[in-house]
C-alpha cells in the first residue's frame, strides 16, 4: 500500500523545551513519517507527514485532542496553500468572502511566482485572472511562474515591452502545454475582431489562460468573474488601491489599427 500524505496544523499554548521531540517521537511510534516541519504562524506549526495506515492517522488524531499544551488545528490531504505555508512559513491571505480571490503584496513576488507555478503545473483548462496596477509585476510574475512550472507561455495582447496585439500564432503555440497570457484592456479596447476570434479560440482550448485586468475583460466580453478559477491580486503595499481610470484613458491614446 503506498504512504498517504497529510497536512497537520497545531497551535502551540506552552513552547517549553522538548515539545517537538515528543511529537516526533509519536509520530515514529505510530510509525508515520515527517516529510516537512515549518511555523506557518504565530505559535503554529505545519507539517506534512505521510503514513500507509488511516488508521495511524485517526489515533494520531485523538491523542493529540488530549494534549494540554497544544490544540490540534488541522488534519487533512494537503490543499495547494498548506504546502504553499510550509514552504514559505505563512499563509496566502485569502479574501473571507471570495474564496477563489487571493492577495499578494510586491514584497511577495516570490511566493506568487511559487503559487501560480503550482497552478499552471495543471493539466486542462484553467481561468486565472490577476488585478493590479500598472508596473508592479504582473506581467512578470505570470512569466516567471510559467518557466517555474516548465511550461512555455504566448502573449496574446500585453504592454510588456510595446503594445503587442496577435491576430495569430504558430502552429507550435497551439498547444495545451502553454500558458497563454491576455491583457484585458489591450484585447477589449481597439482590438481587431481577428484578434477576438483568437482569444474566443484559445478560451476554448484545454489550457491555462491568465487574464490581466479580469474586471475589463468581463464588462467587455460575454465571459463573466465566475468562469474564473482564480482571482489574484497584486499591490505595491496592502493600502493600495486597485483602480481602472487612469488605465483606460492611457489605453485610449494608443494607435492600434
Not at 516537512?36 to 504562524?41: K, L
Not at 505570470?142 to 491576430?167: D, P
Request: glycine content about 6%; proline content about 2%; hydrophobic content about 40%.
Amino acid at each position: 500500500m503506498e504512504p498517504k500524505e497529510w497536512y497537520m496544523e497545531y497551535q502551540i499554548h506552552e513552547n517549553r523545551p522538548g515539545l517537538l521531540g515528543e511529537i516526533a517521537s509519536l509520530l515514529g511510534m505510530l510509525r508515520i513519517n515527517i516529510v516537512t516541519i515549518n511555523g506557518v504562524e504565530h505559535m503554529r506549526r505545519g507539517m506534512l507527514i505521510k503514513s500507509v495506515s488511516d488508521e495511524a492517522i485517526m489515533r494520531l488524531r485523538y491523542i493529540m485532542n488530549t494534549m494540554d499544551v497544544i490544540t490540534l488545528r488541522k488534519i487533512r490531504q494537503p490543499k495547494l496553500r498548506d504546502r504553499l505555508a510550509i514552504r514559505h512559513g505563512r499563509y496566502i491571505e485569502r479574501d473571507e468572502d471570495e474564496k477563489k480571490t487571493f492577495r499578494f503584496v510586491r514584497d511577495e513576488l516570490g511566493v506568487l511566482v511559487d503559487f501560480m507555478a503550482e497552478l499552471f503545473m495543471k493539466d486542462g483548462h484553467r481561468l486565472v485572472g490577476i488585478r493590479g496596477m500598472p508596473r508592479v509585476g504582473k506581467t512578470e510574475s505570470v512569466v516567471a511562474a510559467s518557466v517555474c512550472a516548465n511550461k512555455r507561455w504566448s502573449f496574446l495582447s500585453s504592454t510588456l515591452l510595446r503594445q503587442t496585439i496577435r491576430s495569430q500564432l504558430a502552429d507550435d503555440e497551439m498547444s495545451e502545454n502553454h500558458i497563454y497570457i491576455i491583457d484585458g484592456i489591450v484585447s477589449t479596447m481597439r482590438a481587431s475582431e481577428r484578434h477576438q476570434m483568437l482569444v474566443s479560440e484559445i478560451m476554448r482550448l484545454p489550457a491555462t489562460k491568465v487574464v490581466e485586468h479580469p474586471d475589463i475583460f468581463v464588462r467587455e466580453t460575454e465571459y463573466t468573474l465566475n468562469d474564473f478559477d482564480y482571482i489574484i491580486e497584486l499591490r505595491i503595499d496592502e493600502s493600495e488601491e486597485i483602480t481602472y481610470e487612469a488605465v483606460e484613458s492611457g489605453f485610449s491614446s494608443f494607435d492600434i489599427s
